[in-house]
């Protein structure tokens, strides 16, 4: 029972300052204050008819769709070698591949800088869409590595002793057993893309500026409740997608236990 109470009150503690933002951007006035004297919507307005807002919402999206398409085949791909082969090298592999997970970001930024800015990937979507993999491959090969080290592998050899051959075993067997820690591990690519500022602000340009990006200007240049609005919008897609992705895993789930 104490364990609850205390489990509910860090949960509290953590989420109430970002709840927080929810009125804030609702406020009647041009400054921030809590509670809001008013509510009033002219601030969603705001960041509508602020085009360089629009802009990099849509960018960010965009750039995101990418990586965690990118992040979710490659992450899948190295997970799958490090469980299923053995190979010389293997730990060092694990290891390079969580590597962005441990280095300081800003250390990752200053070389994906150094490395992309000869083949002038800088400033472009590709170079932000690599950059942004880099930082989510790692949480896609922990998540499925962790789901596949619980995959009986016995399925597969089952189903190539009746034919299949070792690809298609994969994709009739293991693809589907794995397929709630798939969409886990792309939903978290999804939103370390969306978030990411540090590793952008090396490789975005004018022409390329994502959403946090935008954010991180308006707040060193002036800071009103538009700001609130947008980390609302983001708030609230967040907490959407972590929904979608709850619903999905029960019913995979209980799909699961009823055959």
């Known amino acids: 029972m104490w364990l609850r109470i205390l489990v509910g009150f ?3 503690a953590l989420i109430a300052p970002i709840l927080v933002i929810i009125p804030l951007s609702f406020t009647s006035v ?5 509670p809001p004297p008013g509510f009033s919507l002219q601030w969603y307005s705001s960041f509508s008819e602020n085009q360089e807002w629009v802009d990099g919402l849509f960018r960010s999206v965009y750039v995101a769709v990418l990586t965690a398409i990118t992040s979710t085949i490659l992450g899948t791909m190295a997970a799958t070698a490090v469980t299923r082969l053995n190979f010389r090298g293997k730990k060092l592999f694990m290891s390079l591949m969580v590597a962005p997970m441990i280095i300081p970001i800003i250390i990752v930024g200053i070389a994906l ?4 800015a000869p083949l002038k990937l800088t400033n472009s979507l590709t170079g932000l869409v690599l950059s942004h993999s880099v930082l989510a491959i790692p949480i896609v090969f922990v998540t499925i590595t962790a789901s ?5 592998r016995n399925l597969e050899l089952a189903a190539m002793s009746l ?3 070792p690809i298609g075993a994969f994709f009739k067997i293991t693809l589907p057993l794995i397929r709630p820690a798939m969409l886990s591990g792309c939903l978290f690519a999804f939103i ?4 990411e500022l540090v590793v952008t602000i090396f490789i975005a340009g004018a022409r390329t500026k994502t959403l946090p990006i935008v954010m991180w200007e308006n707040l060193r240049a002036q800071v009103d409740p538009t700001i609130a609005a947008v980390s609302t919008i983001l708030i609230i897609g967040t907490i959407a997608l972590f929904a979608i992705q709850a619903w999905v895993s029960s019913r995979a789930a209980k799909l699961h236990q009823e055959s």
């Not at 800088?113 to 992309?116: A, L, N, T, W």
């Not at 596949?148 to 009986?152: E, I, T, Y």
């Open 163 to 165: 034919g299949a051959t």
């Open 10 to 12: 860090i949960l509290v």
């Open 192 to 195: 370390t893309s969306l978030d």
């Open 30 to 34: 041009s400054f921030f204050r809590f």
């Open 148 to 152: 596949l080290r619980g995959v009986d």
């Open 113 to 116: 800088y150094h490395s992309f």
